[in-house]
């Protein structure tokens, strides 16, 4: 069993940036795909990024593309979100994934099997 951990989050002005990480202690996520999912209060958790084992591929959530960057570790064993131009609508609990499969790198919450606790962002205006 992998066990996952945000950090990172905080509070930041409109237009600012972050940087999320996530570490894997346990079993390592390198030879799976990876994902970053978000929470807002009153909503449900959505999608945000995804990356493949060996990071060839990405994929971003319209509302973020263009703003975030998913990225792994030159250990493969760490996965980071940048976040940059942040909107306060991108104010949520953060989320890291890991997926069931090395090459998937959808938004489908069913494809991913361990989930961190989550990093609280939030953008003030």
């Known amino acids: 069993q992998v066990q996952l951990v945000e950090s990172g989050g905080g509070l930041v002005q409109a237009g600012g940036s972050l940087r999320l990480s996530c570490a894997a202690s346990?079993?390592?996520?390198?030879?799976?795909?990876m994902g970053w999912f978000r929470q807002a209060p009153g909503k449900e958790r959505e999608f945000v990024a995804a990356?493949?084992?060996?990071?060839?591929?990405?994929y971003y959530a319209d509302p973020v593309k263009g703003r975030f960057t998913i990225s792994r570790g030159s250990a493969k064993n760490t996965l980071y979100l940048q976040m940059n131009s942040l909107k306060p609508e991108d104010t949520a609990v953060y989320y890291c994934?890991?997926?069931?499969?090395?090459?998937?790198?959808?938004?489908?919450?069913?494809?991913?099997?361990?989930w961190g606790q989550g990093t609280q962002v939030t953008v003030s205006s």
């Open positions: 346990g079993r390592t996520f390198s030879n799976y795909a």
């Open positions: 994934a890991r997926s069931r499969r090395p090459t998937y790198y959808g938004g489908a919450e069913y494809e991913y099997d361990s």
């Open positions: 990356i493949t084992w060996n990071g060839g591929t990405t």
